[in-house]
């Protein structure tokens, strides 16, 4: 199936908004959909996303690799602005 333009370009934005609202949670679901094997194979698909969204979505591949047991993602989680959540 073709995934249309605008779902995929709009799929990388919100991930960088909640990554600067510290849901990392939620950016993870979202990016692991975006990186799975079904959405990778639409070459056309990805042909057609912009620059700009591109750029996104490769910053947030680099905050998000698992190398190192996810070392980037410990330390953004470890310097969020928000503070913890009380109990």
């Known amino acids: 199936a073709f ?3 605008p779902s995929l370009a709009f799929n ?5 908004e909640l990554f ?3 849901n990392f949670n939620s950016c993870m679901s979202i990016y692991a959909a975006l990186s799975s094997t079904a959405v ?3 070459k056309k698909t990805w042909a057609n996303v912009t620059p700009e ?6 910053s947030l591949q680099q905050a998000l690799q698992h190398s190192k047991n996810y070392k ?3 330390r953004d989680a470890t310097n969020c602005s928000v503070g913890r959540p009380q109990c």
Do not use: D, F, I, M
């Open 12 to 16: 990388t934005h919100p991930p960088q």
């Open 20 to 22: 600067k609202l510290n």
């Open 53 to 58: 969204s591109k750029a996104k979505y490769t």
């Open 72 to 74: 980037p993602l410990r």
């Open 3 to 5: 995934l249309p333009l």
């Open 40 to 42: 990778q194979r639409l």
